[in-house]
């Protein structure tokens, strides 16, 4: 077996900087790719939303450049979300299990899906994906409740 390169090291070292979220906002299929690329100075270390302006600067440091915010055209940083299913609103469609880049929502069609908090990276990629829109993120940082809906 032969040693890792500098490149596949510090491809590794970026990677465990990422938040895992696996979202695809720094315009990779993941947070791998996006370590790669910037481990081969293909991409710049502003592209996380998920990690806000520590993780950009967490990469910078990594690489040895100079820091910067995480670019806010890409979307915001909004740590400790999880998403949160709507029982009563849920149609069993599974188009948010199919949108889940981590695995973290669990059902079966036609019935009531849920998400697993623990496994949710709070990338919101399930949101859109509902027709329903029975998908709220909530903060991860309290117990989830299920919330009264007020609208119409």
Not at 67 to 80: E, K
Not at 99 to 118: E, F, N, Q, R, Y
């Amino acid at each position: 077996m032969q040693p890792p390169d500098d490149t596949e090291r510090l491809t590794e070292r970026l990677d465990r900087l990422l938040p895992q979220t696996q979202c695809g906002q720094c315009g990779y299929a993941g947070c791998r790719p996006y370590a790669e690329a910037m481990a081969l100075g293909e991409a710049e270390t502003d592209r996380c939303p998920p990690g806000g302006d520590a993780g950009a600067l967490a990469l910078a440091l990594a690489l040895g450049t100079r820091p910067v915010p995480f670019d806010r055209r890409r979307g915001d940083c909004n740590p400790g979300l999880v998403a949160l299913v709507i029982e009563e609103d849920c149609i069993g469609c599974t188009k948010c299990i199919q949108a889940c880049p981590v695995d973290a929502i669990i059902g079966g069609a036609k019935h009531m899906h849920t998400v697993l908090a623990s496994l949710c990276t709070g990338c919101e990629l399930c949101v859109p994906a509902c027709p329903v829109d029975c998908i709220d993120m909530m903060s991860g940082d309290r117990p989830l409740e299920l919330r009264i809906r007020s609208e119409g």
